[in-house]
């Protein structure tokens, strides 16, 4: 709270300007069909194929009042991948309350002739494979139709997933959020704003294990170029102590 002058800034209360240190947000809606936070790193992998992209300015699906949109775009490789994570590795739970949330659009299902995952979350692997540490989402058709509930800690052996009840639909926006409490013992999962389950095990709490924002779509069959479409991406970071 911050008042002025004579042409001077001055605060008028101490304890007000203290607890602004207790909550971080940021977003990225990615204005003109552009990653604008340049703490995001894309990377694409095509995968015997070609055409990988991680960071490609679309208009599919795109409705009124959206200011852009990022596909993650694979390619016709076979395993081919593309993701986009921010900051490299930066959080860990616990010590606040966390929240990620997002607005994303599949444009075709996986099939067997297909075959591709997705994840979005916090997590740290933007190259092949699941995450070692993170609290996301996955879509894997080989496992379950419906939205999975992970977490992970410190890699395999120490994941947790579980299907929710709540399908995976293609070709309509759908809305993700993950609620992380300030201890650090239980995440909730929503989508479209509705809760579909929680897990409590296997999430990282300690500074050797940290995440990030993260997107990521990764084939193992199929040559079709498949996409990942993403409106915009925020978080909140409610501290339990001001610093």
């Not at 002058?5 to 069909?33: I, Q």
């Not at 494979?129 to 939205?147: A, E, P």
């Not at 992970?152 to 299907?163: K, M, P, Q």
Request: proline residues 1%; hydrophobic residues 35%.
């Amino acid at each position: 709270s911050i008042s002025n002058a004579t042409g001077a800034w001055y605060v008028v209360t101490a304890a007000k300007t203290s607890t602004l240190t207790k909550h971080l947000h940021w977003e990225e809606d990615f204005e003109v069909n552009a990653v604008t936070d340049t703490q995001f790193t894309s990377t694409a992998n095509n995968g015997g194929g070609a055409g990988a992209t991680a960071a490609l300015g679309v208009t599919t699906g795109i409705t009124s009042g959206q200011a852009g949109i990022i596909a993650l775009e694979t390619g016709t490789g076979t395993t081919a991948r593309s993701s986009l994570h921010r900051g490299g590795s930066s959080t860990f739970f616990g010590g606040g309350a966390h929240v990620f949330e997002a607005y994303v659009y599949i444009p075709v299902l996986s099939t067997v002739s297909d075959e591709y995952i997705i994840y979005a979350g916090f997590g740290d692997t933007s190259g092949a494979g699941d995450m070692n540490d993170g609290v996301y989402f996955k879509y894997d058709r080989l496992t379950s139709v419906n939205w999975q509930m992970c977490t992970a800690n410190n890699g395999a052996g120490n994941r947790t997933s579980t299907a929710s009840s709540t399908a995976v639909t293609a070709a309509s926006w759908i809305k993700l959020r993950i609620e992380v409490n300030a201890t650090g013992t239980r995440a909730d999962y929503f989508v479209n704003d509705t809760n579909i389950g929680n897990v409590t095990t296997n999430i990282p709490t300690t500074s050797a294990r940290v995440t990030a924002e993260i997107f990521k779509i990764e084939k193992s069959a199929g040559s079709t170029n498949t996409l990942f479409n993403i409106d915009w991406v925020q978080r909140d970071f409610v501290r339990t102590t001001s610093l």
